[in-house]
């Protein structure tokens, strides 16, 4: 192999722009789409909570179907619906539809036991305990916007209507907490979220103590490149 092809394999390997990331969204209603986003990631789908059997805009959200600040464990995810307003489970048996099985999570008005009511413009958040580079979620019955902050204090935002699967990966960040802002225009029952999905690892960017030595390995290939040169 030449001292030629050498450098650029070296240089391709250490400096390709797959090693720094890029902001990659999903905004979807393709399964299969949705199907590769989520291949090895974590699915929360709710089942395992107690939901309410409401999709009526403005009732008042039993404190048994409210996640409310609560950590789950096994999954290292926390929901609010702003500050400590808690978020509301719904069970979705003989009057809606989930993406999976029969629970979904909605936002609740702030300060109260309410579920956002239409016409009202609403949030919810996120908060993980791990290190994830990737988020998204399928959204009803409201256009959303999802905005994912990152740890180095960046941001990037998502627009999706109702009915898709939104969200997106940046493999050289580390998601901080995820806001979702649901649209006041629409109409037909409460926002709602299901398979919230997340995971992925931020990838390694070369520290100047790795990248030193391989430009130091770079300049010594010129050298013996030149010294070849005379030879012939």
Known sequence: MSARLHLVCVFSMVFAPSSFGAFIPINTNNAADVALFQAGATVVTFESLTGQNTLTDGTSIAAASQLDNQLKASDGVFFTSGGVTPVAVLDLTGIGTARSGKNVIAP?????????????????????????????????????????????????????????????????????????????????????????????????????????????????????????????
């Open 108 to 232: 609740i008005e702030i300060n109260t036991d309410l579920l956002c009511a239409s016409g009202t413009s609403c949030f919810l958040e996120i908060f993980f305990t791990g290190a994830h580079s990737k988020v998204g979620g399928w959204f009803d019955n409201g256009d959303v916007q999802m905005i994912i902050f990152w740890t180095d204090a960046t941001s990037n935002i998502v627009l999706a209507p109702k009915g898709n699967f939104a969200g997106g990966e940046d493999t050289a960040k580390t998601i901080d907490h995820v806001t979702l802002l649901f649209s006041a225009s629409g109409s037909g029952g409460p926002r709602t979220m299901d398979d919230l999905t997340f995971g992925g690892a931020a990838a390694a960017i070369p520290e100047p103590s790795t990248v030193v030595p391989i430009v130091g390995a770079l300049a010594a290939l010129g050298f013996f490149r030149r010294r070849r040169r005379r030879r012939d």
